[in-house]
């Protein structure tokens, strides 16, 4: 799939922007816009599980501020015209705040049409820099930007000996799979070890083959490889490398966080006893997310994976604008969560967005695996993060 379509800068006339600011401040409820992929490439990353659950709970402890949380829910499949069409229909419905596809070819196009009315794009679990970049001023996401997960992930892999390295970039997702990588690596190389190599691929990759001749004629071997990606590629070239007798490390980033990784361990724990990624949040046993997927299988919602999960942080955020607020105004809700020291959310105690307006810097862990069990290898806000945009 090519992510990388052109767009054009969209507006609401004034008439218009009146109109549905009006809407949003007179409705008795609080409403989030989700034109999210359910279907696709990318519908396991969405985050429609968890802040369907986290809305329920919220509302039957009596909603914000005596309103209840409304999710507008609809698919985009993964394509981005379909995304700002869908944005468009929500906001004349009134809503406070938008997710959408976690990329920036469809963040950004959304990101400007919402501006017109002062809404912003919330995100659960965007991690891309282009949205940090100034391009837009009503963005936020919930977790930290992807040099932080490089360099945690790096970090680890030198603790465990690891000097030599080959990476695997596409453009396909944007700086999430072209430039996080590349920022691995210069980590790596930081640190006195060495980039071999760098390979190309493309989405939906069946036969990993060329790639893994070349590493295999690599002198030395390599000890890592590193891949910014997403199930089922990931786990196919899990698969092959080990067929071929290659024993490196296959480290990643937090597109390896889907419980189908961990499925790979059925029929053989020590599939993934040389893997392991950085991400967004600690998703493993006993963690603050386990315990909330199980609140919310109590009640009905089955929440499966860390990234349907973040959808509850979402939701809490939203709520915590609107009661700092005391407004459903969205702009007055942007201003409430950017000066807070503080926000109580799901996944982890609290976050903040006071110094860095549009992310969350939170402590990154490293998910290894243990007889095929998942478990916390390392977490920390790492202090060596390669300078980005």
Known sequence: MNRHRKFLKLGLSAACLCAITSTAIAEDVIKIGLPVPLTGDFAAYNEVDGARCMAEMINRDGGVDGK???????????????????????????????GTIPFSDTMIPVAQIAAANGVSIIQSQSTQVEMHSGVVDNFITNVAPDPYTAAAAANYALSQGVKNVAIFTSDEGGSWSARTPQWFAEVIEANGGKLQTTLNYASGTTDWSPQIAELKALDPAPDAVYISWAMPDIGILIRQMRSAGLDAWVVGSDGFDDPSLDALAGDDPTVLDKVFFGTLAPAVPGSRIEKFQQQCAEIGIEVNGLFPSLGADMVKIVAYGVEASGSSDPAAIRDAIRSADSIPVMSVEDISFKDTKSYALRSIPVIGFKDGKRVVLSQEIPQNVPSWP
Request: hydrophobic share 40%; net charge negative; charged share 25%.
């Open 68 to 98: 209840k949380i409304e999710l507008l829910i609809q698919d985009t499949g993964s394509d981005t015209q379909t995304a700002i069409s869908l944005t468009e229909k929500f906001l004349g419905e009134g809503v406070v705040s938008l």
